[in-house]
């Protein structure tokens, strides 16, 4: 499936912009429809998640990752499809903290749906305020564009 989405992503038109540079509040969605599949993959920067992107340095800090990297195992902490979905278990990557670089965070979502959605709220709105925006490459049965989304928006799988 990681090689559909590439393949379908690459696809997008010229016009579209590459992926992103780090830009806090900022982040970036490839979504990928393949018939009752659903595939999510979440590109951000650390700060946008944790507030912070350097190594922790307090508890509060440390627990925070902790924390942040248990919502992000649970699915509909940040999307919810309009239809009845199952999600395998997301493949989280946190941030390894190099010394002086910028720190990321992705993870990927593979819902399997027993009926077409068309429609994907974002609860991670509310659950990561540091979200100013959303880039979003959607590629389905009827083509490819790139969205921007604003806090509070939804995302239109048509």
Not at 85 to 108: N, Q
Not at 111 to 132: D, I, R
Request: aromatic share 6%.
């Amino acid at each position: 499936m990681k090689s559909l989405l590439i393949m379908a992503l690459v696809s997008i038109p010229v016009m579209a912009a590459p992926h992103s540079a780090h830009v806090h509040g900022v982040a970036e969605l490839d979504v990928v429809v393949d018939g009752l599949q659903v595939q999510i993959t979440l590109e951000s920067p650390a700060d946008n998640l944790l507030g912070f992107e350097r190594a922790p340095k307090s508890d509060y800090e440390k627990n925070k990752v902790k924390d942040v990297a248990a919502q992000l195992q649970v699915p509909a902490n940040l999307f919810a499809l309009n239809a009845q979905c199952k999600s395998a278990k997301p493949a989280v990557t946190m941030p390894t903290f190099g010394k002086g670089e910028h720190s990321d965070i992705s993870v990927e979502y593979v819902f399997e749906c027993s009926n077409q959605a068309t429609q994907v709220k974002l609860p991670l709105w509310q659950l990561f305020p540091g979200f100013k925006s959303l880039t979003v490459n959607l590629a389905t049965p009827q083509g490819q564009k790139q969205l921007k989304l604003k806090p509070g928006q939804v995302l239109d799988l048509k």
